[in-house]
């Protein structure tokens, strides 16, 4: 079945579909040599985006981008007619993560505090991930983060600073030895055992974000307001038939 590629407001290359195929068109480009960059677009980086030109600009640079958020996913249907699953980051990650234990892919760790990132590695390397580096986020000196990796060379590297940080040091930083870089968040905390993610139920519902903002209120007082102004700001810029999306050509695995 073919994925559909989604054009969405300025974003290009959203890859919609089912999980699985979605993942297997990532495992495709990394073994074609195609060098990646995903994002996981939901309704809070959007709305990061909408405010801040140069956070957008690194959005834009993305040649890979999934529907991780369900506003992105609702929004996609409701104006695009496209069904697509939910593709979150960490599932993603971990996807990623089993997928390099068949290819011989190396993995590099970037980002959160340094106890974190460590045990985060110590768990991926307990699944017979090869996890070569990994370095904390709140570093100053970039050039030993550069020199780190292009020493090892890692295959994936993914990348856990918190927007916008995260994506735009990836796009500082394309010009290094890996294949594929993702910024992925809060993931490397969850995989850690740092945080807990949302239960099965409310993942089902599309209800993790409820539960994130539950988890930690205050640090994440603005999420209800950036999903309230998601939803108004695709609601009536589809009554002013202002053009929202456009279909790619697809690409098939």
Request: hydrophobic share 40%; net charge positive.
């Amino acid at each position: 079945m073919a994925i559909t590629v989604v054009n969405f407001y300025d974003y290009r290359n959203i890859h919609c579909g089912k999980t699985q195929e979605v993942w297997e068109e990532i495992v495709k480009k990394v073994g074609d040599g195609e060098k990646l960059f995903i994002v996981t677009l939901n309704s809070q980086i959007f709305i990061r985006a909408q405010k801040d030109f140069t956070y957008a600009r690194s959005i834009k640079k993305s040649n890979f981008i999934i529907p991780d958020g369900a506003g992105i996913v609702w929004a996609l249907k409701k104006h695009c007619r496209i069904h697509t699953d939910r593709i979150t980051g960490i599932d993603t990650m971990l996807h990623l993560c089993y997928e390099s234990t068949r290819k011989n892919w190396s993995v590099f760790l970037l980002g959160t505090k340094y106890e974190i990132i460590k045990k985060a590695a110590a768990n991926l390397k307990a699944l017979n991930v090869n996890v070569v580096g990994y370095h904390h986020g709140y570093f100053k000196d970039n050039n030993e983060v550069r020199e780190q990796i292009e020493k090892l060379k890692p295959d994936l590297v993914f990348v856990a600073m918190g927007i916008p940080r995260q994506e735009e040091w990836i796009v500082n930083n394309m010009d290094l030895p890996f294949k594929l870089a993702m910024a992925v968040g809060g993931s490397i905390d969850v995989i850690a055992g740092a945080k807990r993610r949302a239960p099965i139920w409310m993942q089902k519902l599309q209800l993790e974000w409820l539960y994130r903002w539950l988890s930690e209120p205050i640090k994440r007082s603005r999420v209800p307001i950036e999903l309230t102004k998601f939803f108004f700001k695709v609601i009536l810029d589809g009554r002013k038939n202002i053009s929202i999306c456009s279909k790619s050509n697809p690409s098939s695995n």
